[in-house]
């Protein structure tokens, strides 16, 4: 049986242009993309935060808060788009 590759595997191979790996690291966040473009409330919600992470797998930054700090923008700047 094969393993599953871990997430950082999977952003890597994403970053280095291989399609599949992308399709992947997506398909893993898809639960969460469905949580939080309920919460944000808006027709285009999904499509926008699975193109945010396709566009934040190619600035992700190993070894750092960056994605629970960009995620937080990203929310921030929605929500007072919405007010």
Do not use: H
Request: glycine share 4%; aromatic share 12%; proline share 4%.
């Amino acid at each position: 049986m094969q393993r599953k590759p871990k997430l950082r595997e999977l952003i890597d191979l994403a970053k280095s242009g291989n399609e599949e790996a992308m399709t992947q690291v997506v398909k893993r966040f898809i639960p969460i993309v469905k949580k939080y473009s309920r919460q944000l409330g808006y027709e285009e919600a999904c499509s926008d935060l699975v193109t945010w992470i396709i566009e934040a797998v190619y600035r992700y930054r190993p070894n750092t808060t960056w994605g629970r700090d960009e995620l937080n923008r990203y929310f921030s700047r929605k929500s007072d788009y919405q007010k």
